[in-house]
């Protein structure tokens, strides 16, 4: 008897799980304690055993989605055992659910029957959703379509790059076929298992399948004769009014569902915008291609006679007010989220201490003169940083509310600023790695930042942060903390200037570090005493290297 396998709990905390890897295909034999897929969690990414023996019938998650604990892993039973009603159970409960809202609300029985056949799918057509790409993932953008409606699709080809909101990254398709429909085009942003494309028979039919992947609701009589009257209706003034696409006395606008959202998302007046779909109609396109500026002939003739008729009027300066709109991506909408939620319930304080970097400035230039080898002060303040905290162990913690978490691992997460906003990859046990070690894998986050290559898990898991804008010559400043970290480290420029050295005055560097504290867990005489190991080390970078 086929044995049914769900997502399993693999934390105390999971609550989801992603599947990073099946090492078992469908139609492959499973022996009890055979590995069948590396499931990532809250915590790590861990082997899944088989406790059942037999063939692999049915995956129910796919290599790179998310699905909550107890959802459909995979089936196992004998070869060519039926398992159709174990896949089809679901889906009976959920139209019973269906039907019996239906009578609550009073809909008729018409209604109820056609909601019983939303889901058929034409044979072979298989129905692809916004895959969920990261932990935290909850909407993606179609960055870009590397194939189009029309085009063979085989196995394993790359179909799309999604934005998330962490990085852009190459969706695969895992069917093949013909791609049937385009659900997003470029630029679009929609929910995690919204329709993102149809993969099926060349020539199938899916023009009834809606955006849930299921068939289109039959529109009821009522309904159909509603829609008809207002079409009658508006017909005779819509054809009137094709100029402008709707009526300035009240009349009814005629716009697609999409035209209308997009307007009240952009402030724009229905009224003042002409329509080029049947009718007058307005649609997505008008909207996209609307400028304010652009107001009905009859408007412009109006304030022409007007200001003809007004008295001279005081000189008024000469232009027109207006906004580039720029839509969010997913990773603004995540630093918006995340550091105003920072910001706003960590109570955040700063302390600035300044560091002689004259010993600082002399060891780099002796490093850099061996062969192969270049440190930059960023590398040094990580390093010290690292080894500050394995001191202060206090400050490398996270508040949960219930408790206070001290890390006993160090992983530097390192600010590195990009086209789209900024992101934090993380060099894990960054005290154990020497200042080269630091700044090659510096070197190598940066560039997979900047060149969107970065993995969610190169994003995961700091335990202290460092931010660093002197190379744009900023002094002083302060940053807010990358919860859940306690503390986070803005890094100054170094700044000639004249110092006090044993009673007179020299030429000195200087360097000013500031660290933003969150009180719930770091008080200001622990987060003082770090800053001041810190700074030892920082003007004896030979302490550094021992």
Not at 5 to 31: C, F, H, Y
Not at 159 to 165: G, H, M, Q, R, S
Not at 457 to 475: A, Q
Not at 505 to 530: E, P, Q, S, W, Y
Request: glycine content about 8%; proline content about 3%.
């Amino acid at each position: 008897m086929a044995e049914v396998i769900n997502m399993p709990r693999l934390s105390d905390t999971m609550e989801e799980g992603v599947v990073a890897k099946w090492l078992k295909q469908k139609g492959d034999k499973v022996e009890e304690g055979d590995i069948l897929a590396e499931i990532e969690t809250d915590k790590a990414t861990m082997e899944f055993e088989s406790f059942h023996e037999g063939t692999l019938l049915h995956i129910g998650i796919e290599e790179g989605e998310t699905a909550p604990v107890d959802t459909l892993l995979a089936i196992i039973g004998e070869e060519g055992e039926d398992i159709s009603g174990l896949l089809n159970g679901g889906g009976d409960a959920k139209e019973d659910k269906k039907e019996e809202s239906s009578e609550a609300a009073g809909q008729d029985e018409t209604e109820s029957n056609d909601e019983s056949d939303d889901s058929d799918i034409p044979e072979g057509v298989e129905v692809i959703t916004m895959p969920r790409l990261s932990d935290t993932m909850e909407e993606g953008t179609v960055a870009s379509w590397l194939k189009k409606e029309g085009d063979k699709v085989e196995e394993g080809d790359i179909l799309a790059e999604i934005e998330t909101d962490k990085a852009t990254m190459e969706f695969e398709s895992f069917y093949e076929g013909t791609l049937l429909k385009i659900g997003l085009e470029e630029g679009e942003t929609a929910k995690v298992d919204s329709l993102l494309a149809i993969i099926g028979p060349e020539g199938t039919d899916v023009s009834n399948v809606s955006v849930d992947g299921k068939s289109k609701k039959k529109t009821s009589g009522k309904s159909e004769e509603k829609e008809e009257k207002s079409q009658e209706t508006g017909s005779s003034e819509s054809s009137e009014k094709k100029s402008s696409g709707a009526t300035k006395d009240g009349g009814r606008i005629f716009a697609s569902p999409l035209a209308k959202k997009m307007a009240e998302d952009k402030g724009i007046d229905l009224s003042n915008v002409q329509g080029s779909g049947g009718n007058g109609r307005i649609v997505k396109k008008d909207i996209e291609d609307y400028k304010p500026s652009e107001k009905p002939a009859e408007t412009k003739a109006a304030a022409k006679e007007d200001t003809a008729a007004a008295q001279p009027q005081p000189y008024v300066p000469a232009g027109e007010e207006s906004f580039e709109e720029i839509k969010n991506s997913q990773m603004r909408k995540t630093i918006a989220k995340r550091l105003g939620e920072s910001k706003f319930n960590a109570p955040h304080y700063y302390l600035t201490i300044e560091v002689d970097m004259a010993n600082a400035m002399a060891s780099r230039k002796q490093i850099n003169e061996m062969p192969d080898v270049k440190v930059s002060f960023n590398d040094m303040v990580i390093k010290a940083s690292a080894m500050a905290l394995r001191k202060h162990p206090q400050v490398n913690s996270q508040w949960t509310g219930e408790s206070m978490k001290i890390a006993k691992h160090i992983h530097m997460g390192v600010a590195v600023a990009v086209e789209e906003g900024l992101v934090v990859p993380v060099l894990k046990f960054a005290d154990q790695m020497s200042m080269t070690q630091i700044g090659n894998n510096v070197k190598d986050v940066a560039g997979k930042a900047r060149n969107k290559k970065l993995q969610p898990k190169d994003m995961e898991g700091s335990t202290f942060t460092v931010s660093n804008l002197g190379m744009f010559g900023i002094v002083e400043f302060t940053s807010i903390i990358n919860q859940p970290n306690s503390a986070i480290l803005s890094v100054g420029t170094i700044v000639e200037k004249p110092v006090v050295k044993n009673g007179e005055i020299v030429v000195g560097n200087t360097m000013k570090l500031t660290l933003a504290c969150d009180h719930r867990t770091v008080d200001g005489a622990t987060g003082a005493a770090f800053l001041k190991t810190l700074k030892t080390y920082m003007e004896n970078p030979v302490t550094m290297l021992a």
